[in-house]
């Protein structure tokens, strides 16, 4: 018995959706999901990954059996028929990947929104022009006439380089003094939401504050509350954390590959990102953004430990910032040759000593 | 005689025994013939691929181990920078620029480019621009800041090499605007009389929309890095923070043009495998117009995506969401090319030959780097992945696995016409076999690395990779040594090949209607469109349409727009002499 090619079609269509929902769900291709934020990450790439495998199996499958099945024979010289075209074909596979790219737009700004990229209410607090001088007859021409009036708004950039400066530990890293912050530059909180308050928490401060400054070749954090500075980040589970950060000298960018979250630190700028560690472990904190020869090395250990775990490491951490608390801020990272500025990272990074001796600045 | 006589007989092209065939020096000079100029470029931008080829590798080689072991950082980081900037701006951009030189005039039956000594400054640019380039190597400064160049990195790296690489660059995108400006000015007013744009085959379907793209996008890079050379060298700070520069404007601008940048290293070939396809498939293509106006489609798209390189950069929210979109809807474009080609091969009589399997290659592997493409526009998985392994997989599934093979599926399916000559077949197939293993033994694995946690650009890496790395670098070695099969072929076949006849493809463009290769001036009379370019199938279309036979027998098919009259014999320049 013969059987039909719309049968064939559909044993096909469901052995290809089977199998492509199947390696969605376990393909393994990611680390541990540390934050509640990985999570919805990682179920926006599940779903992908169940249509891209179905595309992948659909296009190479047309294709690899084309290849056979309709190869030329030998001596058989003919053309194949001649069809130009199918108007109800393309307008099917014209609409159907729209459908699914839109149906993927909607699922990421949905995991966007959760994560608290997209706050629609900072928009509105966003500095406009000043639309009162603006009515006023001249003041197009007053505006042409003479360099740009010092603006009355705030500068949202300064204040919350301000406000990270307040910690005398982080005033200590960050040479302020030498990159000016950038006005209004879009990257911070209320402007331009980086990654960070959710809509449900918008407004609201979060529980732990994290200083990090990036510099050639290293991390530094700081920690508002306390005023320690340490070379390792230590974050309690089930507390949002706010890092906001910023870079000394070149872009950097901050990325735990176990959080599923990256955002550039940029000298003169000021970022943020927020997020809610949920799973114990030892994570690694690495640079992602080009910024020298030994940008490899740029690695800081990470801790999500449980709240008595994270006040414990608070506490050694005041008592020994206290020993060495003058001669700490005395350092300035500047100062120092990469060499010794790189010394005591170096051997948590399995870096070998003779590599830093190559280093010349 | 009259003057007017002369004035014919001297427009009579010199019909020696093998037409087309000049001295080999020809090829080292200032020539203003396009095909001599597609060659060159052709030729001189592979020189610059086999270089960069060998930079990849030093860089697989380090990265085979996880610690620093094979060069310095320092010249690690040189490395990547030129292998990139090379195989972007020496290798794939001209190259699509020599394919297009080579092909445009002789597809729509015009005699030379519209510019043709501008044609010629335009491929002068490349040799000196690469070899400058290449020299920052030897004065010990290379550029390795990475072909992004950010600033402020780009600024306190060393200053001779970023200033070379400034230079270099735009030369090569000054190149590359000259360049557009005749393929734009050729195909609008060159095309023989009958030859509407819809009778246009698609490979200048796709010059047409690369050119438009690349006037468009690369005076913005020109400005860029104009701006970037100022902060370098005269201390001003348009991008250099510590004066209250904004590093993030160059991005945008370094964006504006590199984004559209991957469309003007794509859409030539694009258009090259849409001539391919339907030849070896004995088919029409499937969709013409639906092709042809997805190139437009992608070309205005491409302008619009560029901040999705920048989603963990400064920008605000709602513009991530902006680019997000955009950047997704290029895949249904993209999508409608790669279900035309499909369908176009369904049903047809494949002659799978080494250009075919190129072709195939070319559709079979793009399709991994698309559809990783739509997955990194997602805003939430693009800010866990940017910068890592899984977008080096992904530009090389895209620029490798969809370029580099279109290049070499156009080489070989041109190759014969090029040259008057066949390349030998069981060969090419073996570079092929060869460039598919070592293709997806190098970047397939990236994928997991980058998933995993391994970023880009590092010569050091966590030791948990090293199983990985250890594959891909050998996949590297293969695709070196892929290239060795392909560079004696083409040599040996050049020189002593068997001789491939007008034809060799019955193909019915017009590039396959004149000499192989073809004479000076392309054509002996200006050609009459008898067919259009993908008529296969048709009665009599099958048996190839030499335009020069006075007597050419064809039925008008119903899907042919234009067609010549068939009972009118074709004027020769030789019988119009004879009237007088």
């Given at each position: 018995?013969?059987?039909?090619?719309?049968?064939?079609?559909?044993?096909?269509?469901?052995?290809?959706?089977?199998?492509?929902?199947?390696?969605?769900?376990?393909?393994?291709?990611?680390?541990?999901?540390?934050?509640?934020?990985?999570?919805?990450?990682?179920?926006?790439?599940?779903?992908?990954?169940?249509?891209?495998?179905?595309?992948?199996?659909?296009?190479?499958?047309?294709?690899?059996?084309?290849?056979?099945?309709?190869?030329?024979?030998?001596?058989?010289?003919?053309?194949?028929?001649?069809?130009?075209?199918?108007?109800?074909?393309?307008?099917?596979w014209t609409a159907i990947p729209a459908i699914i790219v839109i149906g993927i737009s909607v699922y990421s700004f949905d995991v966007y929104n959760e994560i608290g990229g997209f706050d629609p209410h900072a928009i509105h607090e966003a500095p406009m022009m000043n639309q009162e001088s603006m009515a006023m007859p001249g003041s197009a021409m007053a505006a042409t006439l003479s360099d740009t009036p010092p603006s009355t708004e705030p500068n949202l950039n300064q204040e919350k380089s301000d406000e990270a400066m307040q910690d005398p530990a982080t005033a200590a890293v960050r040479n302020a003094d030498q990159i000016p912050q950038l006005r209004n530059a879009p990257g911070v909180g209320s402007v331009a939401p980086t990654i960070g308050g959710t809509p449900d928490k918008a407004g609201k401060p979060a529980e732990l504050q994290v200083n990090v400054t990036g510099l050639q070749y290293a991390w530094i954090f700081t920690y508002p509350e306390t005023g320690i500075t340490t070379g390792e980040m230590h974050v309690p589970i089930g507390r949002e954390v706010q890092i906001s950060m910023t870079a000394n000298d070149v872009i950097h960018a901050f990325w735990v590959p176990e959080f599923r979250l990256k955002q550039d630190a940029i000298p003169g700028r000021q970022s943020e990102i927020r997020f809610t560690p949920q799973k114990a472990g030892d994570y690694t904190l690495i640079c992602a953004e080009l910024c020298g020869p030994y940008h490899g090395a740029m690695r800081a250990p990470v801790v999500v430990e449980p709240q008595e775990a994270f006040d414990k490491w608070m506490q050694e951490q005041l008592v020994a910032s206290k020993e060495t608390l003058n001669q700490a801020i005395a350092v300035n990272p500047a100062d120092l040759s990469p060499n010794e500025f790189l010394a005591p990272y170096t051997k948590d990074m399995g870096i070998k000593p003779e590599i830093l001796h190559q280093v010349h600045h | 005689m009259t003057q007017a006589q002369l004035q014919e007989t001297a427009n009579i092209p010199a019909l020696?025994?093998?037409?087309?065939?000049?001295?080999?020096?020809?090829?080292?000079?200032?020539?203003?013939?396009?095909?001599?100029?597609?060659?060159?470029?052709?030729?001189?931008t592979f020189i610059f691929y086999c270089i960069g080829g060998v930079m990849a590798d030093l860089v697989r080689t380090e990265l085979r181990t996880p610690e620093v072991?094979?060069?310095?950082?320092?010249?690690?980081?040189?490395?990547?920078?030129?292998?990139a900037t090379i195989m972007i701006f020496l290798w794939i951009v001209p190259a699509g620029a020599g394919f297009a030189n080579f092909l445009i005039p002789l597809m729509i039956g015009a005699k030379d480019m519209a510019f043709p000594r501008l044609n010629a400054v335009a491929f002068w640019m490349i040799p000196p621009a690469g070899l400058l380039l290449i020299a920052s190597l030897v004065v010990g400064d290379a550029p390795d800041a990475g072909w992004t160049s950010y600033p402020p990195l780009s600024l306190v790296t060393g200053q001779v090499g970023e200033g070379i690489w400034i230079m270099s660059v735009l030369l090569l995108g000054t190149s590359s605007i000259l360049g557009a400006i005749n393929f734009l000015v050729t195909l609008l007013k060159m095309r023989i009389p009958g030859m509407g744009v819809h009778q246009m085959p698609l490979f200048c379907w796709a010059m047409f929309a690369t050119s438009a793209l690349t006037l468009v996008s690369t005076p913005v890079l020109a400005a860029g890095l104009i701006l970037l050379a100022f902060d370098l060298i005269a201390g001003t700070t348009f991008f250099n923070p510590t004066g209250g520069g904004d590093p993030v404007v160059y991005q945008h601008m370094f964006w504006f043009y590199s984004h559209p940048a991957v469309y003007i290293m794509i859409l030539p070939f694009f258009g090259a495998i849409s001539e391919i396809i339907p030849v070896h498939s004995r088919k029409p293509i499937f969709g013409y117009k639906a092709i042809a106006y997805s190139s437009l489609?992608?070309?205005?798209?491409?302008?619009?995506?560029?901040?999705?390189?920048?989603?963990?950069?400064?920008?605000?929210?709602?513009l991530r969401m902006f680019f997000m979109i955009t950047t997704m809807i290029i895949a249904v474009p993209t999508g409608i090319k790669i279900f035309s080609w499909l369908a176009t091969m369904w049903g047809?009589?494949?002659?799978?030959?080494?250009?075919?399997?190129?072709?195939?290659?070319?559709?079979?592997?793009?399709?991994?780097?698309?559809?990783?493409?739509?997955?990194?526009?997602?805003?939430?998985?693009?800010?866990?992945?940017?910068?890592t392994y899984f977008v080096v997989a992904h530009l090389h599934y895209v620029l490798f696995g969809g370029s580099v093979l279109g290049i070499y599926a156009a080489i070989y399916h041109w190759f014969p016409k090029m040259t008057g000559r066949m390349v030998n077949e069981f060969w090419g197939k073996v570079h092929f076999a060869l460039t598919i293993v070592g293709l997806n033994m190098t970047f397939l694995p990236m994928h997991k690395l980058g998933l995993m946690g391994m970023n880009r650009r590092i010569a050091q890496y966590d030791p948990k990779f090293t199983f990985l790395n250890e594959i891909c670098t050998y996949g590297a070695y293969i695709l070196a040594v892929s290239t060795f099969p392909f560079i004696i072929n083409a040599i040996w076949s050049w020189l002593y090949g068997e001789k491939a006849g007008n034809n060799p493809w019955r193909a019915l463009t017009l590039e396959w209607m004149t000499t192989s290769p073809p004479a000076i001036?392309?054509?002996?009379?200006?050609?009459?469109?008898?067919?259009?370019?993908?008529?296969?199938?048709?009665?009599?279309?099958?048996?190839?349409?030499?335009?020069?036979?006075?007597?050419?027998?064809?039925?008008?098919?119903?899907?042919?727009?234009?067609?010549?009259?068939?009972?009118?014999?074709?004027?020769?320049?030789?019988?119009?002499?004879?009237?007088?």
């Open positions: 018995m013969k059987i039909p090619t719309s049968i064939w079609t559909l044993l096909i269509g469901i052995v290809l959706t089977l199998a492509s929902f199947w390696y969605g769900q376990n393909h393994g291709l990611l680390p541990a999901a540390a934050t509640d934020e990985a999570v919805l990450v990682d179920g926006l790439f599940n779903a992908m990954m169940i249509v891209s495998t179905g595309i992948f199996l659909l296009v190479e499958g047309i294709l690899i059996y084309s290849a056979f099945r309709y190869r030329q024979r030998a001596g058989d010289n003919k053309d194949g028929p001649p069809v130009e075209g199918n108007i109800p074909l393309e307008i099917l | 020696s025994e093998e037409p087309g065939i000049r001295k080999w020096q020809d090829y080292f000079g200032f020539n203003t013939d396009h095909k001599v100029i597609g060659i060159q470029y052709l030729v001189t072991d094979f060069v310095t950082p320092e010249v690690y980081n040189s490395l990547f920078t030129l292998h489609a992608i070309s205005f798209l491409g302008l619009i995506v560029w901040a999705h390189h920048m989603f963990t950069s400064g920008i605000p929210g709602w047809g009589k494949i002659r799978l030959n080494t250009a075919m399997l190129f072709a195939i290659g070319f559709v079979g592997t793009f399709v991994i780097g698309g559809i990783s493409g739509v997955m990194l526009a997602a805003v939430p998985f693009d800010i866990h992945v940017h910068d001036e392309n054509f002996d009379q200006t050609p009459v469109l008898a067919t259009g370019p993908y008529d296969y199938g048709l009665e009599n279309a099958n048996e190839g349409v030499p335009l020069s036979d006075p007597n050419p027998v064809l039925s008008a098919g119903p899907n042919s727009v234009l067609r010549a009259d068939p009972d009118e014999p074709y004027p020769t320049i030789e019988s119009e002499l004879e009237k007088r």
